[in-house]
């Protein structure tokens, strides 16, 4: 039976000295890539608008996720994963589909929580028999999460915990989640900096993603551990296929390939324009079933065997509304 390793450092105290050293990384933020230097712990705000408090925009049950993580009918588990969507993400993603609640930076403060409550949330969760606890646009509050999960783990938190993350992390920060995280489900989004910065505003996103993953495959290896059809622990990789091949795919797939051909590999095809991609040339339009197959047979050609596939159609089927937070993905 499977076990979180969290709850042995829980035990040993370790989680407790990890959360002390991650939050006093705060007090000259270098959380993430963007290396700030404010003092969050008196809410100084800088690059991602976020002082001390976590923010969470919602939480709820996700069954939209892959069939390993929310479940599936065949195993009679499909229970869904306890989604805790981070507000504030440290991305400016135009194409970014949960834009109503990541990028709401200047009048997310309400939806600021303490650790404590962070805590209950995962417990709420957790009583809903979720599969997992996802920790979603986590990167610049993982300090609150390591608390949160501290606090959580001596209220009877016993779940694998997933970290969605959109791969701009610091691979330092990742270190002292080793033995934390289950579960690593990142979005390696692209393979050239030009893009990252054009249409997520962000710098150096190919070194910073790419160092992350390198500390995510490091720490889970590239086998994943199953029980009843359920990924337990280990490395994930997402990838959107985006129009016109703005993601770089092949670069992308090639890198993992060359880091491990047996990772496992979750090929999105769900994109769709909203939010700024609506009137941003290039961006405007599904991608065609053209290029869905070519990245296809690129993942034949790298011999990326493990994973998911989503659908060509799939675009149709992954859509949230947030004027509902606490349901926002109708099962």
Same mark, same amino acid.
């Given at each position: 039976m499977f076990e979180p390793s969290y709850l042995k450092l829980y035990k040993s105290g370790e989680l407790s000295e990890r959360s002390r050293i991650l939050?006093?990384?705060?007090?000259?933020?270098?959380?993430?890539?963007?290396?700030?230097?404010?003092?969050?712990?008196?809410?100084?705000?800088?690059?991602?608008?976020?002082?001390?408090?976590p923010v969470v925009s919602s939480y709820c049950v996700h069954y939209g996720e892959e069939p390993g993580l929310a479940g599936t009918e065949e195993f009679s588990n499909e229970n869904g994963i306890g989604n805790i969507f981070f507000g504030n993400c440290n991305l400016r993603c135009v194409y970014c589909q949960n834009y109503e609640i990541s990028q709401n930076h200047k009048s997310e403060k309400k939806n600021e929580v303490t650790r404590e409550r962070l805590a209950g949330m995962m417990i709420e969760l957790q009583n809903k028999n979720v599969n997992a606890i996802g920790f979603v646009s986590p990167?610049?509050?993982?300090?609150?999460?390591?608390?949160?999960?501290?606090?959580?783990?001596?209220?009877?938190?016993n779940l694998p915990l997933i970290y969605n993350t959109n791969s701009y992390d610091s691979a330092e920060v990742l270190k002292l989640l080793d033995g934390i995280i289950d579960i690593y489900l990142p979005?390696?989004?692209?393979?050239?900096?030009?893009?990252g910065y054009r249409y997520s505003k962000i710098k150096n996103y190919v070194r910073f993603s790419r160092a992350a993953i390198a500390e995510m495959y490091r720490q889970t290896g590239?086998?994943?551990?199953?029980?009843?059809?359920?990924?337990?622990?280990?490395?994930?990789?997402?990838?959107?296929?985006?129009?016109n091949d703005l993601a770089g795919s092949y670069d992308t797939l090639k890198f993992i390939s060359e880091l491990d051909n047996k990772i496992s590999v979750s090929l999105m095809s769900q994109y769709y324009p909203v939010h700024k991609a609506l009137t941003t040339d290039l961006l405007s339009r599904n991608i065609r079933q053209g290029e869905y197959e070519k990245v296809?047979?690129?993942?034949? %050609?790298?011999?990326? &065997? #493990?994973? /998911?596939?989503? %659908?060509?159609?799939? &675009? #149709?089927? /992954?859509?949230?509304?947030?004027?509902?937070r606490s349901e926002p993905f109708k099962k």
């Open positions: 939050e006093s990384m705060l007090a000259d933020c270098y959380i993430c890539p963007k290396d700030c230097r404010i003092n969050r712990q008196k809410n100084e705000i800088a690059a991602c608008y976020s002082g001390n408090e990167t610049h509050f993982v300090p609150q999460i390591v608390s949160a999960v501290n606090i959580a783990a001596g209220q009877g938190l979005d390696l989004k692209y393979s050239e900096d030009e893009y590239s086998g994943l551990v199953i029980e009843n059809g359920l990924i337990k622990k280990g490395l994930l990789i997402r990838h959107l296929i985006l129009p296809l047979k690129w993942m034949d %050609e790298l011999c990326l &065997e #493990n994973g /998911y596939l989503q %659908e060509f159609e799939s &675009e #149709n089927y /992954y859509r949230p509304d947030f004027n509902d």
